[in-house]
């Protein structure tokens, strides 16, 4: 078999992570509902992402794994697969020039043992204790980074793409 049908398929045990690329950030979803805005996997594990871009085209890129891949909204099917091989942490990129803070969508993948993996992916602790840290501003500022809401608006009256969030509670309330 030649490269581009090895690749073609990843392996069945392959773990499965869902890939969110938009304008400007991208977000991991693990098949047990975690959200994480940095790629967590085990060592020496298959990993299939599976790549669904939101709005534009974008290319999904790690260099130290020598893997990329475009990201097409709409297209089914999309993935890419890897195995880790070393303990460490990598950067991810854009690979795609997809607008003007194309630059803002680094991230990265933290390769971890399988034993401190699998306690990372099963713990609710952590998620729980920050959620109730928060405030509810603080905790809706956080969601809006996450899903790149400041990529076109500001708090603090600024204009970018879109309208700034400042001033806008409560400005148009309908009885």
């Given at each position: ?10 392996p ?7 890939v ?6 991208f977000?991991?979803?693990?098949e047990n ?11 020496d594990?298959a ?16 260099p130290a ?33 997809c ?22 992916i ?22 809006m ?11 603090d ?16 309330k309908l009885?």
């Open positions: 078999m030649g490269w581009l049908e090895t690749n073609a398929k990843a069945k045990d392959a773990m499965e992570v869902t969110i690329g938009r304008m400007w950030n977000s991991y979803e693990y509902g975690r959200r994480t805005d940095t790629l967590f996997v085990p060592k594990q990993v299939k992402l599976n790549l669904k871009a939101m709005d534009v085209l974008h290319s999904f890129y790690i794994f020598r893997v990329k891949q475009d990201m097409v909204p709409n297209k089914k099917d999309n993935f890419m697969w890897f195995i880790p091989q070393r303990v460490g942490v990598y950067e991810v990129f854009c690979a795609e020039y607008g003007l803070q194309h630059s803002y969508m680094y991230s990265s993948v933290k390769v971890m043992e399988n034993s401190d993996f699998q306690k990372w099963t713990d609710t602790t952590q998620v729980a204790a920050a959620a109730n840290i928060e405030s509810p501003g603080a905790t809706g500022k956080k969601i980074q996450n899903i790149g809401c400041f990529a076109c608006h500001t708090i009256g600024t204009k970018l793409v879109g309208p700034s969030f400042k001033g806008i509670w409560e400005k148009n009885l």
